[in-house]
């Protein structure tokens, strides 16, 4: 069976639409008018209804991409109805049914159209490469294969449910200082472009002699009144660029090599990536992934170019025999805790436990440097604000003072 989009109307002339399975799209009008619709269009499913590339790539392109959080959810559902006994077709199409976004529903449908074609489930997900990493349909493969694939199912949906709160927690922790900097920015540009010209302005009209730091605002002042906007905008057009050279490997790793040499924020990067490589590695061994295709992908969650090529480098030595714990010591970039605890998991064979066990570690580690992060960076912008305005304010009452003294 086939997925299929439709728009109908219902016996009240509203529109409907939705999808469902069908051998052919003439079967599924004869189902939509079986349930009193009449269909206005019916057509294959857009998750599969794209090719890429040539004709003969057979990949598709899923059209859009969905959340860690739906990913999860979808997971979740899968695994539960796997681990009851449930066949892989018919929890695709119970998962299908309880959701109320369109395109998932398409997507889960368009993947059990190629389970009941034939091919396995990961080779089902692979085709949708934006939707279900490489992590995801490498996972499902060892379980397929191994026959454990409700177990691997459920380990595969506590790492996403894990990554989604890792994720989560580090877009809170930025939330709150990104607005008080821009904030602290905003107030102070404003005192400087408006109030500070609006009050020391009486004093100019009567020739008094302003303090030196009177003075310094008003030159401030003037500057931002007539730079600030060109200011402004030569800073979002040098953001677009940044952006667009990040794009290029080369810009990147050395934006990246510099990232990792700055206090608190490189221990900060090396810490969140190091438990991003863990898990990751952790799960795909638990579930039967060969070592070093578990590297590879691996690998590949790590944002930080640099570790991402000393875990490159580390692959290539263990294939020629080395350990794991060694390889990475070399680079010189990965915690000795972790380190540690994978070295005992070599000794003893229990690398997933242990890999398990460091992810964990570093997950915790990356939290309290998170906390120190805040710790230190909220007080010291609040402090700045506060001398500027500080600042600010003596700037106007300086002359005041000056005029008292004066008159008694």
Request: aromatic share 6%; proline share 4%.
């Amino acid at each position: 069976m086939a997925a299929f989009d439709y728009i109908a109307i219902d016996p009240d002339g509203r529109e409907k639409k939705g999808v469902l399975e069908a051998d052919t799209a003439r079967l599924a009008r004869t189902q939509l008018r079986s349930q009193n619709l009449t269909p206005l269009e019916v057509s294959e499913s857009s998750a599969k209804a794209k090719l890429t590339g040539s004709q003969s790539s057979g990949k598709r392109n899923f059209r859009g991409s969905i959340s860690t959080a739906e990913l999860s959810l979808i997971t979740r559902q899968i695994a539960t109805l796997t681990s009851s006994g449930t066949p892989i077709e018919e929890a695709l199409t119970a998962v299908s049914q309880h959701t109320e976004k369109q395109k998932i529903k398409s997507l889960i449908l368009s993947v059990r159209s190629k389970v009941l074609e034939g091919h396995t489930l990961a080779a089902a997900m692979r085709d949708y490469p934006r939707v279900f990493p490489e992590i995801y349909h490498a996972t499902v493969a060892a379980g397929e294969q191994s026959g454990h694939l409700d177990a691997v199912l459920e380990r595969l949906a506590e790492y996403l449910e894990n990554r989604q709160s890792t994720q989560a927690t580090v877009k809170k922790a930025l939330i709150y200082p990104s607005m008080l900097v821009v904030a602290s920015i905003g107030i102070v540009a404003f005192l400087l472009g408006y109030v500070v010209p609006q009050v020391v302005q009486v004093f100019d009209s009567m020739n008094q002699e302003l303090p030196i730091l009177t003075k310094t605002m008003l030159a401030l002042s003037a500057f931002v009144r007539e730079w600030g906007l060109i200011i402004l905008l030569t800073a979002v057009v040098a953001y677009i660029l940044f952006n667009r050279a990040m794009q290029s490997e080369a810009f990147r790793y050395r934006v990246n090599s510099f990232q990792l040499r700055i206090p608190v924020v490189g221990r900060l990067i090396r810490g969140f990536n190091a438990s991003q490589f863990a898990r990751t590695l952790s799960i795909l061994a638990a579930s039967g992934v060969p070592v070093l295709e578990a590297l590879d992908i691996a690998s590949q969650v790590i944002s930080n170019r640099p570790m991402r090529e000393a875990v490159n480098t580390a692959a290539a030595q263990v294939r020629e025999g080395a350990t794991l714990s060694g390889s990475l010591e070399k680079t010189g970039y990965f915690p000795p805790m972790m380190l540690h605890l994978l070295a005992s998991g070599e000794a003893s064979g229990q690398l997933d436990t242990m890999l398990e066990k460091a992810a964990t570690h570093q997950e915790r580690e990356v939290d309290s440097l998170i906390s120190l992060f805040l710790g230190l960076f909220e007080p010291i912008v609040i402090l700045i604000m506060g001398g500027a305005v500080l600042a600010i304010v003596l700037a106007i009452l300086l002359p005041i003072f000056q005029m008292n003294q004066l008159v008694n």
